[in-house]
């Protein structure tokens, strides 16, 4: 009887938000028009909100069509603690890297979570003329992410690192600051365990250095695939 009692709550739930929904796109297709029919005297500008307005909204209504359909639902996941991180790097021509970034985190509850990396950093120039430069970079990144829809998530990060850059026989240390933002999706594996992707940007990288070393990162653009249990 319990059982019954609970599926029926879910699909009533499902439901008023489904009629939430509807009524909420009917109500702002309304405000739409009533604007663009109001906008009669020099009002091009109303005009054009309303038009640009209906296309997000039909593209968001889309969007949320096929995601329905294409995202799997997330299971609830036990427990409060994440492990985890990620491990990556590369090598273009005379260039190599190696990161190594273990993570640990808390849910706030099953949506939030607050959490910091450790970070490991080993970069390498390999150049026979001016001589070979390597960097070791050290640091914590804070950071905060919040789900809002089927593994979908929003990413906040505030990094500080440290770098110690040896070329030939002289070395120099720097402190680096990057506030990293972005999002992701979650690929869950049960109810303990996942696989994540994301894509973020740098806000305090400079389009402008004075050479390859002022900064750790070659680009404003991070891409991270990891894992957590």
Not at 13 to 41: C, G, H, M, P
Not at 158 to 183: A, H
Request: glycine letters at 10%.
């Amino acid at each position: 009887m319990n059982r019954i009692c609970l599926v029926f709550m879910a699909k009533f739930e499902k439901a008023k938000i489904n009629y939430y929904s509807i009524r909420a796109d009917t109500d702002f297709i309304v405000f739409l028009q009533k604007i663009y029919l109001d906008s009669s005297n020099n009002t091009l500008i109303m005009k054009r909100f309303a038009i640009i307005a209906s296309m997000a909204l039909m593209l968001l209504g889309c969007f949320g069509k096929a995601s329905a359909q294409l995202l799997p639902d997330v299971p609830d996941l036990k427990g409060k603690f994440i492990f985890g991180g990620n491990i990556g790097g590369g090598m273009s021509g005379n260039y190599l890297n190696v990161t190594i970034a273990p993570q640990v985190g808390y849910r706030v509850f099953n949506p939030w979570e607050l959490g910091v990396r450790g970070i490991y950093d080993f970069t390498c120039v390999f150049n026979r003329t001016l001589g070979n430069r390597y960097g070791h970079y050290f640091g914590v990144a804070p950071y905060t992410n919040f789900q809002f829809y089927k593994g979908l998530f929003v990413h906040v990060e505030d990094e500080i690192m440290y770098g110690l850059v040896k070329v030939n026989d002289q070395k120099t240390g720097q402190w680096f600051n990057s506030i990293f933002v972005g999002g992701g999706y979650r690929l869950y594996n049960g109810s303990k365990s996942f696989m994540y992707v994301m894509v973020l940007y740098n806000l305090s990288w400079s389009a402008i250095q004075s050479s390859g070393w002022d900064t750790p990162y070659g680009s404003p653009i991070a891409l991270r695939v990891g894992y957590c249990f």
